[in-house]
């Protein structure tokens, strides 16, 4: 009886001792924390803005460009006012936002802003129905105040399909940029939901040690015939930027905006935002790509009441830095392009050779982020590479253009 007491003191003073260990780690917790957010990197909110001149706004962009405001009575609704409501709300891991104006007096102070490069719209009758594809392309940019020189780039893109009973009026297609871009209907993902997601884990302090771009993008004249386009400029751009997101998405690599954009002109790109213009300076690309669309053709077999359609896209991957080539590759889709279906289907040819080229843009992308490439698909899609090792190529191209190594 005598030992029961001595072990209940025991106890108590296990108690005590675990409450006042568990107390130094929360409070050691909070310490860090506010440590953490009191040493955070300040990034300056610049707001949202179009490359290019304003003058071009209403052929480049004819339905986001109606919702950048340079008046001064603005609608509720517009890309400035939406887009600083919704990221005052989050939480970068890396940085904090501070939307009390870029300062004057802070030369080597970085700027965070959103730059739409492209607006894209494509209407493919499929059956009884019209497939409409809308797409946002952007980049999310941070610059130095002082030089305008961009450090980072991360490009965004944000697409809705929807299918109707007839083609969209002017208006309904209007307000379907309009949801994209400010994300203001629950069914559409919008673009600064998406700029969010994509940058919330970047490190503004952390300068790359390289940079690549896309230098050329670019079409045959029997290609671009085949895809049936008037303005070939602004499909090299979508393109160019499409393939820019899926390559700095599968390889972290740091990519500086497509030269095919007309607004990146002698190593600086123009861009429009509610206060003017302002023009950028881009980093210096030690490593350029290039791509050229040779063919584009679609291929028919009928068999009985079926016949097998395939819309197949062929092109030319040349990666160089600053001294040599690195590689040069071929690639076709073809396969994977093909679909069966009736003898009196019509196919709108704009719509299916850019979902084959988005699909072989994709799977190259695969490729080159992958530390080994698949086998089975480069046999299929990488033929007539005059014996060359193409998953070696490819690794050799991942490892000098977009390793964060040298």
């Known amino acids: 009886m005598k030992d029961k007491p001595s072990i209940l003191v025991s106890s108590s003073r296990v108690h005590i ?8 780690f929360a409070l050691s917790l909070f310490i860090l924390s506010a440590q953490n957010q009191s040493t955070a990197e300040t990034v300056y909110w610049g707001g949202v803005g179009f490359s290019g ?44 936002f501070d939307f009390t104006g870029v300062p004057a007096n802070q030369p080597e102070a970085l700027v965070g ?14 059956e009884n129905s019209y497939l409409h594809t809308y797409r946002i392309f952007s980049n999310f940019m941070l610059f130095e105040v002082d030089t305008g020189k961009i450090f980072q780039t991360v490009p965004v893109i944000v697409r809705y399909t929807n299918a109707l009973d007839q083609p969209a009026t002017a208006e309904q297609n209007f307000d379907t940029f309009r949801h994209l871009a400010l994300g203001d209907n629950d069914k559409i993902n919008g673009l600064f939901q998406r700029v969010y997601s994509l940058t919330t884990d970047i490190k503004p302090s ?15 004249a029997d290609a671009l015939a085949s895809f049936a386009v008037k ?33 990146v002109i002698a190593g600086r790109i123009k861009a429009t935002f509610e206060d003017g213009q302002r023009e ?26 079926q016949r097998t359609v395939c819309h197949a896209v062929a092109l030319t991957l040349k990666g160089s830095d600053e001294i040599e080539t690195i590689t040069t590759l071929k690639f076709a889709i073809f396969a994977d392009a093909c679909g069966v ?10 719509y299916y050779f850019s979902r084959s080229l988005y699909s072989l843009l994709q799977n ?14 480069i046999e299929s899609n990488a033929r007539k590479n005059d014996g060359k090792d193409v998953a070696a190529e490819l690794i050799k191209l991942r490892k000098q253009a977009f390793s964060l190594e040298f």
């Open 17 to 24: 001792r675990s409450f006042f260990f568990a107390l130094i």
């Open 280 to 305: 950028l300076q881009l980093p210096e690309a030690a490593v350029n790509i290039s791509v050229l669309v040779r063919i584009a053709k679609r291929f028919e077999k009928i068999n009985g009441p």
């Open 53 to 96: 001149e304003w003058s071009e706004r209403k052929t480049r962009y004819p339905n986001t460009s109606k919702l950048l405001c340079r008046a001064t009575s603005c609608p509720d609704k517009q890309l400035g006012k939406s887009a600083l409501a919704k990221f005052a709300k989050r939480e970068f891991s890396n940085f904090k």
């Open 113 to 126: 802003v959103i730059v739409i490069s492209n607006e894209t719209l494509n209407v493919a009758k499929e």
């Open 364 to 377: 190259i992308s695969k490729q080159i982020g992958s530390n080994q490439p698949n086998a089975k698909w």
């Open 206 to 220: 952390l300068l790359p040690g390289k940079y690549v771009q896309i230098s050329k993008f670019t079409f045959s």
């Open 231 to 263: 303005k070939s400029g602004s499909l090299n751009s979508q393109f160019a930027q499409f393939f820019e997101g899926e390559l700095v998405g599968r390889t972290k690599a740091h990519l500086i905006p497509s030269a095919t954009d007309k607004s």
């Open 341 to 350: 279906t009736d003898l009196n289907r019509e196919f709108d040819p704009t």
